[in-house]
């Protein structure tokens, strides 16, 4: 009875059925569902549509917590299922045989581009989601990591309008692991840039890890673009976050690891590692320089997650990645992010009318909860969600569920 009452319920909020597509024949002239005298003809639509409906239901109504209201629920499904309807979505997330929920299904960009930035770089940025929906722009981490299509699913594709670029030299930005010109208010500006050459005045703003401190820095710099912050591993470049994660702190947890990251280092230079390693990088010693990179990249790739996890060390090893990423992470570093120290909390203030979610694991190593714990005193509209189990990486299952919950709400709120 559960299973046969939630179909009815589905097929009862199906978007065509605004449409008249799932009506049957009821004027002279009949339709798609009638003859030409207005009486029914028997559908051969509805079995299939329901049996896609049930297999959904049982995935997703039946095993999952209730993260969205079972309404909510069944009208996505519907949606989903129904291949006659012209607006139909993928169900809200895909879940598991655990319930636990993990990304929105994958979604290719209706609009990409290149950003010619004026000063010797060219930013590409991609459109997804509904063109009508709520504007939002995801910031990335590193900086020099890019953006991957798994970052385009932290979105709601039925509720957003969301932008996702390249910062300057990563990912599919020319030129590739370029220094010059590659400051945070070089990104500030391109963001500005970003949000012109969409036409809206004010849109969320979401980042994690150098992407929080990225936020940070444009919702200070322009608060009143801003409606909604998402942060995700909070970090502002300190000098002291810095220090922990690159010359004392980490490596007293992964002291094996910790000694491959040093290794394309000499022993007389380990005492400022960031400098040491920048002059590996921005040398004439091609392999020397990628040896560096690599050494630097995989360090980040084996201590962002609670428990290991070979992909993250697979893609942080990619030669061509790992040179952007190096090299421009390693250049912001030495500069402190082109701030001064302190400077993203101590400026917090002028984010008094912006609403905010801050998401921290309990076990982040790469940018420790203290920053994330400061930033919230700092920031009194918003919220913080210490995730008990997990590190640092956005696709660990509890920081994966406080991101989505976070971009729904404010979606619902809209």
Known sequence: MRGATSRRRAARWCACRSSGSHTRGRRSGGDAAGTADGRPRPRRTRAPVFRRLGIMMRQSLLSTPCRIGAAGRVR????????????????AVFLHSTGVPLLYPPIEPYAHGLLDTGDGH??????????????????????GSGCSAEHRRLFDPARYNVLLFDQRG????????????????????????????????RWLVFGGSWGSALALAYGETHPARVTELVVRGVFTVRRSELLWYYQEGASWLFPDLWEDFVAPI???????????????????????KREAARAWSIWEGRTITLLPNAAHEAHFGDAHYALAFAR??????????FMEDGQLLRDAHR??????????????????ARTAWELAKAWPRASLEIVPDAGHAYDE??????????????????
């Open 122 to 143: 060219r930013v590409y940025w991609e459109l997804c989601g509904n063109p009508d929906g709520k504007p939002a722009v995801f910031l990335h981490g590193g900086p």
């Open 76 to 91: 996505r499904i519907a949606r989903a299922a129904c291949a006659r309807c012209p607006r139909a979505i993928a169900p």
């Open 170 to 201: 990563c990912g599919r930005s020319a030129p590739h692991a370029s220094l010059e010109n590659n400051t945070t208010w070089h990104l500030v500006d391109d963001i500005e840039r970003l949000r012109e050459m969409l036409g809206v005045e």
């Open 328 to 337: 421009i992470e390693n250049h912001y570093f030495v500069h402190q992010g």
């Open 397 to 414: 299952p509890g920081i994966l569920r406080a991101l989505i919950a976070a971009t729904d709400r404010f979606a619902r709120e809209r």
């Open 351 to 368: 984010l008094a009318d912006i609403p905010g979610v801050i998401v921290q694991g309990r076990y982040d190593v790469a940018t420790p």
């Open 266 to 288: 000499a022993p007389a230079e380990r005492s400022d590692l960031i400098a040491a390693y920048r002059r590996r990088l921005t040398g004439g010693d091609e392999a020397a």
